[in-house]
C-alpha cells in the first residue's frame, strides 16, 4: 500500500525521469578540460593524445590546416564520436564521454554547424522558439504555449542577432550571413555555457563578417558564454581572438596570443607559412 | 488549450463548414427529397460517400506522418485493415446463431474448419466497448512496436518506406492462411447488425454516413490540433533536418514515435467505418499496392495541408468509381496519368490551386521544393 501512495504521489520525481543536468561547476576556472583525447578512424589517427582547457567566459580561436581534427574535437566534445582514450570534462562534475548528444546539449553546450543548418519551412521567430531551452518531451511540447516570457526572451535574442525585423519570414528566404546569426540566435536560445562555432564566416561579405566579429565578442564573457571558434580567415581569427590554438595532426602545436602563435616557427611552416605568402 | 487551437483558425472553419453543410446537404436530399426526383441521392450514393469519407480520414492520418514528419509510410493500409478487422470481429460476434451453419458463439468459418472453440484472441469481441477499444490498440500497438524498432535505429527515407511495404505485404500473407482464424482469404462478412441497428437499413447506412463524416472532422481537428502545436513545429523540424533537432535536444525518434502511432490509430478508426459500410473485410485490405494508393491521394491532393489529403481522396476514389464503371481496364492508366499531370503542373498538389492557408504566418509548413519531390 506504501508502495503504490509512493507512485501516486505526483510530486515525486522517478529517477529516471530527473534531469541529469545539474549546474556546471566552474568554481576551479575551466568550463572545458580534454586530456590526452585519441580518437582513429581506420587506423588513422585524427585526434592524437589532445589536451585542451577553456575557461570560464574565455573566447578562443582554434586554427589548424586541413585534417587536423578541429572537427572531430567538436564531435567529441558534443558527444557524437566517441574517443578511444581520454578523458572530457565539462566543469569539474560532468563527464562528457558518459553522455549522448541530447543530454550533452541540454547539459549547455551548444553548436553552430559549418553550414548553416536551420529550418527552412519554419519562420525565423519558430527557429528560435524551437531552440529554446525547455522541456523537450512529448506532452509538455505538445501543450506547450507562447507565454510573454518566451516571446521576450525571442525578441532579446532578435536583437542580438539583428533580424528583429525579419522574425516572421520563412528561415528558407535568408542571406547566407543571416542564416548563420540565426543559428547562432538558435543556440543563444538555450542559454549555453560553452559554444563551438565552426567556420562562422565562411562565404560571408566583409560587412556581415564585421557583424559576425561583433556578435562572438559581445556573446563571450565572465557569467556569459564561453565561446570556441575554429576559422580558416586569419583575418577574422586576428579581429576577435585573445588566445589562439593552433591544431596540426590531431594535437596541439602552439597555443597562446596571436602574436606569439605568429611567430612560432613551428606554426609558421605548418600553417601560417602558407597564409603568409598568400597575404 | 491545445486541442481547441484549430476552431481559431479561419481555414479549418471553412473545411468544417463545408463538410458538416455537405453533410447535412446529402442527409436532406437522402431523407427529404422522394425517390425518383432528379435530386434524390440514393441510400446506395449515401454508403458509397461514407465508404470515401473513411478514405479521406485515411488519407488525413497519411499526411499527417508524410507531411508534416516527413515518413513516407507505405504501409497505412495495414493499419486500416487492421481497424477493420477488429470491427468485422465484433459484427461477426453479433452474428450470433443466425449463421448459415446456426452455432450460438463460432462464426461460420470456424465451423467450416472443424474448430471447436474460439481461439483465445477472438475472446471479449462480442462486447462493443472492448472491440472497438482494439479499433485503436491494436493498430496503435502494431506502430508502436514497429515505429520503435524502426525510429530508434534510425531507419528513414527510402528504407523505411520499403520496410513499411514489407510489413503489410507479410500481414496480407499471414491475414490469407486459413489457421490464423480471421477467414483467411474470404475475411469477414455476413454482417447483420452494429450496436443493435441492422446494417441493411436504409436508417443504419445513413448513421453510418454521418458518424464517419463527424470521424473526418474530428480527426482533421486533431491533427491540425497537433500541426499547429509546438510538437507540429519539431515534427516539421525532423522532417527538414533531423540532425540539427536532435542538437536542440529532442529526442527525435519519440516525436516520430508519437505521430506515427495517432496516425495509425486514426487509420484504424477509418478502417473500422469502412468496413460495416463496405460490408466485407479481407485480407486485399493489406495489399501494398492500396497502401501506395493513398500516398497517390494525399501527393494529387497536395501534401502538408490535411485539407489537401481529404481533397485527393474523395477526388481520385470518385473517380475511380466513374471510371471502373465505364472504362474498368482504363482506370490505372487514368491513375498513373492523374499523378504525372499532377506532379508536373501542380507540384503543390490540387491544395496548391487553392491557396488557403490555415496559417497565415507565410506558408510555414509547406514543405520546400526539394522535399516534395522525394
Known amino acids: 500500500m506504501n508502495f503504490l501512495q509512493s507512485l501516486a504521489d505526483r510530486e515525486r520525481v522517478f529517477d529516471f525521469l530527473a534531469p541529469a543536468a545539474s549546474p556546471v561547476d566552474v568554481r576551479h576556472g575551466p568550463i572545458l578540460y580534454l586530456e590526452d583525447v585519441s580518437v582513429s578512424f581506420d587506423g588513422f589517427k585524427a585526434i592524437d593524445a589532445l589536451n585542451l582547457t577553456i575557461d570560464d567566459g574565455e573566447l578562443r580561436c582554434i586554427i589548424g590546416p586541413n585534417g587536423a581534427g578541429k572537427t572531430t574535437m567538436m564531435d567529441i566534445i558534443t558527444g557524437k564520436t566517441r574517443p578511444d582514450a581520454g578523458s572530457a570534462w565539462f566543469g569539474s562534475r560532468h563527464d562528457l564521454l558518459t553522455m549522448n548528444e541530447p543530454e550533452i546539449a541540454s547539459l549547455g553546450i551548444g553548436r553552430k554547424f559549418q553550414k548553416p543548418t536551420v529550418f527552412e519551412a519554419l519562420t525565423v521567430f519558430e527557429n528560435l522558439e524551437l531552440a529554446m531551452a525547455a522541456d523537450k518531451r512529448i506532452l509538455p511540447t505538445l501543450t506547450a504555449r507562447l507565454t510573454g516570457e518566451v516571446c521576450e526572451r525571442i525578441e532579446e535574442v532578435l536583437a542580438t542577432i539583428g533580424l528583429i525585423e525579419l522574425r516572421q519570414a520563412p528561415a528558407g528566404i535568408l542571406s547566407h550571413g543571416q542564416k548563420q546569426w540565426l543559428e547562432i540566435g538558435m543556440l543563444l536560445m538555450q542559454r549555453p555555457r560553452l559554444l563551438l562555432v565552426d567556420e562562422p564566416v565562411a562565404g560571408m561579405t566583409e560587412q556581415e563578417m564585421e557583424r559576425t566579429a561583433e556578435l562572438l565578442t559581445g556573446l563571450a564573457g565572465k557569467g556569459k558564454q564561453s565561446v570556441v571558434v575554429v576559422e580558416h580567415d586569419m583575418g577574422f581569427v586576428r579581429s576577435i581572438a585573445r588566445t589562439v590554438t593552433v591544431l596540426h595532426q590531431g594535437s596541439v602545436l602552439a597555443e597562446g596570443s596571436m602574436e606569439r602563435v605568429a611567430s612560432d616557427p613551428k606554426v609558421v611552416e605548418v600553417y601560417l607559412g602558407v597564409e603568409g605568402e598568400v597575404a | ?374
Not at chain 2, 195 to 204: E, I, P, V
Open chain 2, 1 to 374: 488549450m491545445w486541442l481547441t487551437r484549430p476552431f481559431r483558425e479561419r481555414a479549418t472553419r471553412l473545411f468544417l463548414g463545408i463538410l458538416l453543410a455537405a453533410l447535412a446537404l446529402v442527409t436532406l436530399l437522402n431523407l427529404a427529397v422522394p425517390a425518383g426526383h432528379p435530386l434524390h441521392v440514393s441510400t446506395y450514393t449515401v454508403t458509397l460517400l461514407g465508404k470515401y469519407l473513411s478514405y479521406a480520414l485515411l488519407a488525413v492520418a497519411v499526411d499527417l506522418v508524410w507531411g508534416y514528419l516527413g515518413i513516407l509510410s507505405l504501409g497505412h493500409g495495414a493499419f486500416f485493415a487492421l481497424g477493420g478487422y477488429a470491427m468485422g470481429m465484433y459484427l461477426m460476434r453479433q452474428i450470433g446463431d443466425r449463421g448459415t451453419y446456426g452455432d450460438p458463439v463460432l462464426p461460420d468459418f470456424m465451423v467450416f474448419l472443424d474448430w471447436d472453440s474460439l481461439p483465445w484472441y477472438w475472446l471479449g469481441f462480442d462486447m462493443a466497448w472492448f472491440a472497438f477499444l482494439m479499433v485503436l490498440l491494436a493498430p496503435g500497438l502494431l506502430a508502436l512496436v514497429f515505429g520503435f524498432l524502426a525510429f530508434r535505429s534510425r531507419v528513414t527515407g527510402v528504407y523505411l518506406s520499403i520496410i513499411t511495404q514489407a510489413m503489410t505485404f507479410a500481414l496480407m500473407l499471414a491475414f490469407f492462411r486459413n489457421e490464423m482464424g480471421f477467414g483467411g482469404n474470404n475475411g469477414l462478412t455476413d454482417f447483420r447488425e452494429l450496436l443493435g441497428f441492422d446494417l441493411r437499413s436504409d436508417a443504419t447506412r445513413l448513421g453510418l454516413f454521418l458518424a464517419t463524416g463527424i470521424a473526418l472532422a474530428l480527426g482533421y481537428v486533431l491533427c491540425r490540433a497537433i500541426v499547429a502545436s509546438k510538437l507540429g513545429r519539431v515534427s516539421v523540424a525532423c522532417r527538414d533536418a533531423e540532425a540539427r533537432t536532435r542538437f536542440l535536444g529532442y529526442r527525435v525518434e519519440r516525436f516520430q514515435l508519437f505521430v506515427f502511432v495517432v496516425s495509425a490509430m486514426l487509420a484504424g478508426l477509418a478502417g473500422a467505418l469502412y468496413v460495416p459500410q463496405v460490408g466485407i473485410i479481407n485480407p486485399s485490405e493489406f495489399s501494398p499496392i492500396f497502401s501506395i494508393e493513398v500516398v497517390l491521394w494525399v501527393a494529387l491532393g497536395g501534401r502538408a495541408t490535411l485539407y489537401g489529403a481529404v481533397i485527393g481522396a474523395l477526388l481520385v476514389n470518385y473517380a475511380k468509381t466513374v471510371f471502373t464503371g465505364v472504362m474498368p481496364d482504363a482506370w490505372l492508366f487514368a491513375l498513373g496519368g492523374m499523378f504525372v499531370l499532377v506532379t508536373v503542373f501542380l507540384p503543390k498538389g490540387i491544395a496548391g490551386l487553392l491557396r488557403l492557408r490555415p496559417w497565415r504566418r507565410a506558408g510555414t509548413s509547406q514543405p520546400t521544393a526539394g522535399e516534395a519531390a522525394t
